[in-house]
């Protein structure tokens, strides 16, 4: 059992910059991949960027550039910094987990808009 909590979304100008904060607990140690996701609305969510546990990252075409994903194995935090943020960037960004099964917080919104 993994519990994921999500933070640090919310209203961002075009071209601003937010920094997503996802923390595990629970049985942490079992924790492989971690990865963030966003669904926009009426879209199917969709994978943003991977980090293994020696910290070996991907990224979805769409953000390649200007997000980075990072994790801190001791705190069993993933973070996502987003940079020039484009209108196309608002949804509900997931963090999600692998141990003997897949796990998901609740989300957290980021909206860009001026």
């Known amino acids: 059992q993994v519990r994921l909590v999500e933070s640090g979304g919310g209203l961002v100008q075009p071209g601003g910059s937010l920094r997503l904060s996802c923390a595990a607990s629970g049985n942490v140690i079992r924790i492989n991949d971690m990865a963030w996701y966003r669904q926009a609305p009426g879209k199917e969510r969709e994978l943003v960027a991977t980090?293994?546990?020696?910290?070996?990252?991907k990224y979805a075409d769409a953000v390649k550039g200007r997000f980075t994903i990072s994790r801190d194995n001791a705190k069993n935090t993933a973070d996502l910094q987003m940079n020039s943020l484009k209108a196309e960037d608002t949804a509900v960004y997931y963090c999600?987990?692998?141990?003997?099964?897949?796990?998901w917080g609740k989300g957290t919104l980021v909206t860009v808009s001026s």
């Open positions: 999600t987990v692998v141990t003997y099964m897949r796990y």
């Open positions: 980090i293994t546990r020696d910290s070996n990252t």
